[in-house]
């Protein structure tokens, strides 16, 4: 039976948000129909508000709720089984489908995946993944985005071995999730880089034992390099250019005949062209790669759950701010504003 809900749709960039009253048909085959319980509240959502999108869109990509109802063809996930909606896919031959929804207007939102800034949402099963009862807590929702994003970057992107020394550039919810993976992982020496104090006060929580606020140090690679003699591997968290020069020089370089230089993470989404030394990336031997969802696929965050689970990974501390539906502006604004200390979620 069709079913009325409330859900988030911005009609055109830059454009207001709004909380719209729609009916979401039955599941189709591959669908799972999911009443949300929390989402995260994630920068690359910022990143969307602010890209050219020609039709009105729906947001949110890691959410924790209950499954209602499934198609025909779903057999991994049944009805009353609590579920993480993320947008990173289960492995599968099919391509899953995005999501759409009808509006009363006559127009039809998108989302290049899933949506999870509603009361319900109706996806591709790829997207869903069944919880175990011990990760049945609203705080399990950013592991679908922020954790895996941000820890992925060190399990698997570019994976910490115990001893090595790490620094990462943004304090912010990915960004402690990689202070945490580093620290989980055995990582010596992990040194996190923000421009906020009251943010990288909050990393050594997660593992952090040196911290260097940006605001007040006009050199972060070089502040690194005195602490370290260059890190193994650096994560941008940012996305800035100078973020991202600063982490390929606070990377160890390498010799000819001798090891290869340190790694660096690109993470965050970059907010325009990027101009490097590329001199100093090859004479230093250094490696330099990107990553979606730190490389990870749905079994990683099996892992990650597991690591909050055992006391590893304190996802109450990471989540800071809490928000209902009916204030997502405000959630976005502090968002935007650097008032969130770890991540945010909106609970229904």
């Known amino acids: 039976m069709p079913m009325n809900t409330r859900i988030i749709v911005q009609d055109a960039t830059d454009g207001p948000l709004a909380l719209r009253e729609v009916t979401l048909p039955d599941p189709g085959p591959h669908d799972v129909l999911v009443q949300i319980h929390a989402t995260g509240v994630c920068q690359s959502q910022l990143f969307w508000m602010h890209a050219d999108h020609a039709e009105p869109m729906l947001f949110g990509h890691e959410g924790y709720g209950t499954v209602l109802a499934t198609g025909s063809a779903v057999t991994h996930i049944a009805a009353g089984e609590a579920a993480m909606i993320t947008w990173v896919p289960r492995t599968d031959d099919r391509i899953p489908t995005r999501a759409s929804i009808d509006l009363p207007d006559g127009r039809t939102a998108h989302s290049p995946n899933v949506y999870t800034w509603a009361e319900h949402a109706l996806v591709d ?3 869903v993944m ?7 807590e609203d705080v399990v929702s950013v592991v679908g985005c922020a954790v895996v994003t941000g820890a992925g970057a060190l399990c698997n992107a570019a994976p910490v071995e115990p001893g090595n020394t790490v ?4 304090a912010g919810g990915v960004g402690l999730s990689a202070v945490a993976a580093a620290s989980i992982r055995g990582a010596s020496r992990i040194v996190a880089v923000d421009l906020d104090a009251e943010k990288l006060a909050f990393a050594k929580q997660f593992g952090a034992t ?6 007040v140090t006009d050199n972060p690679a070089a502040a690194i390099v005195e602490l370290t003699g260059g890190v193994d591997i ?9 973020t991202t020069v ?11 005949g001798g090891r290869r230089g340190g790694t660096v993470v690109l993470v965050g989404l970059p907010k325009g062209l990027t101009e490097l030394n590329l001199a100093g990336l090859i004479g230093g031997q250094k490696q330099l790669i990107g990553t979606t969802a730190g490389g990870c696929g749905q079994d990683d965050i099996g892992t990650f759950l597991d690591w909050h689970t055992e006391g590893l990974l304190d996802l109450n501390t990471l989540v800071t701010n809490r928000y209902i539906l009916e204030d997502i502006d405000r959630a976005v604004s ?8 770890g991540r945010a979620i909106v609970t229904m």
């Open 125 to 127: 099963e790829l997207y």
């Open 130 to 136: 069944p919880l175990p009862p011990e990760s049945r």
């Open 167 to 170: 620094a990462v550039f943004g």
């Open 210 to 215: 040196d911290t260097i606020d940006a605001s």
């Open 234 to 242: 650096a994560v941008d968290c940012v996305g800035l250019t100078s």
């Open 246 to 256: 600063q982490a390929l020089d606070s990377v160890r370089a390498g010799r000819v």
């Open 334 to 341: 502090d968002l935007a504003a650097g008032r969130v200390l």
